[in-house]
Structures are given as C-alpha cells and as structure tokens.
C-alpha cells in the first residue's frame, strides 16, 4: 500500500491503460514529488514513450503529451440572485465560500486537480501545489 501511494502519476497511467483502472483510480496521486516541474514526463516512465496493453499491443502515448490543455485556479465561490447581481456596481465587494488560508483549486479543463498556495514568480502569480486530487476524487467530482 505504501509503494501505491508514493506511484507516479505515470504509473497510474500505465496501469489504467494496462485494463487495471480499478487500481489505478484507488491508488492515490501523490506523484509530483520530487518532480520540478509537475507534468513533464520523466525519462524512461510510460508516458514518455508507448504502454502495454493486456492483448501486448502498445498504444503511443507520446501523441498525448503535446495536447494543449485549460489550466485554471479558482479563489472561490458565490451565488447571487439575479437582481442582487444587476445591482452590482464599481467598487461592489463579493463574498467568495473560502477563507483566506485555504488553498485554491487547480482546475485542468474545468475539473479540480490540485490545491495550492499563491505565489509571487517573476512579478507573475504562480501556484505551489500542496495536495494532488486523487483519481478517485475526480470521479467522484464528476458525478
């Protein structure tokens, strides 16, 4: 269980493509550690070049890799009845559902990721991540 949970996400991958996604959703994603930049491929991992699959057929997954996707983070959360809305003005202040210690959510193509803390690189905001959504919880969010 231990050497689950400490499985790159590559891994994960791997085994889902393998035809083991029960296990793959189960094991939880705490991957990036030790990876500097989360989601560039490590040398020599599944995802850097082709998968087995069951039948010993590879499938490439290096067309993957260079598919664009929607990064996001989301600070909070609010909902307003419409006239409340229409009597927004400059100036207006909107309460968001999360308080200023809680991580913001990474959201990946509009489904939650990650959570992480601001921070300052290069006179730009940027994201540290603090906990990786496991695959399960992402398809639990899905439901």
Same mark, same amino acid.
């Given at each position: 269980?231990?050497?689950?949970?400490?499985?790159?996400? @590559?891994?994960?991958?791997?085994?889902?493509?393998? *035809?083991?996604?029960?296990?793959?959703?189960?094991?939880?994603?705490?991957?990036?550690? *030790?990876?500097?930049?989360?989601?560039?491929?490590?040398?020599? @991992?599944?995802?850097?070049?082709?998968?087995?699959?069951? *039948? &010993?057929?590879?499938?490439?997954?290096?067309?993957?890799?260079?598919?664009?996707?929607?990064?996001?983070?989301?600070?909070?959360?609010?909902?307003?009845?419409?006239?409340?809305?229409?009597?927004?003005?400059?100036?207006?202040?909107?309460?968001?559902?999360?308080?200023?210690?809680?991580?913001?959510?990474?959201?990946?193509?509009?489904?939650?990721?990650?959570? &992480?803390?601001?921070?300052?690189?290069? *006179?730009?905001?940027?994201?540290?991540?603090?906990?990786?959504? @496991?695959? @399960?919880?992402?398809?639990?969010?899905?439901?």
């Amino acid at each position: 269980m231990a050497e689950e949970e400490n499985a790159p996400l @590559s891994q994960m991958l791997e085994q889902a493509v393998e *035809g083991d996604a029960a296990q793959a959703v189960d094991a939880p994603a705490a991957a990036v550690a *030790g990876n500097p930049v989360a989601g560039n491929p490590v040398a020599g @991992s599944p995802v850097a070049g082709a998968a087995a699959t069951e *039948g &010993g057929a590879e499938i490439n997954l290096d067309a993957l890799l260079d598919v664009p996707v929607t990064l996001s983070v989301e600070i909070g959360r609010n909902r307003l009845p419409i006239k409340e809305l229409l009597r927004l003005n400059q100036g207006a202040v909107v309460e968001l559902d999360r308080e200023v210690n809680q991580p913001l959510d990474l959201l990946v193509n509009g489904t939650l990721m990650a959570r &992480g803390e601001v921070v300052v690189v290069d *006179g730009q905001f940027g994201l540290r991540l603090v906990d990786i959504v @496991s695959p @399960s919880e992402r398809l639990n969010g899905l439901k």
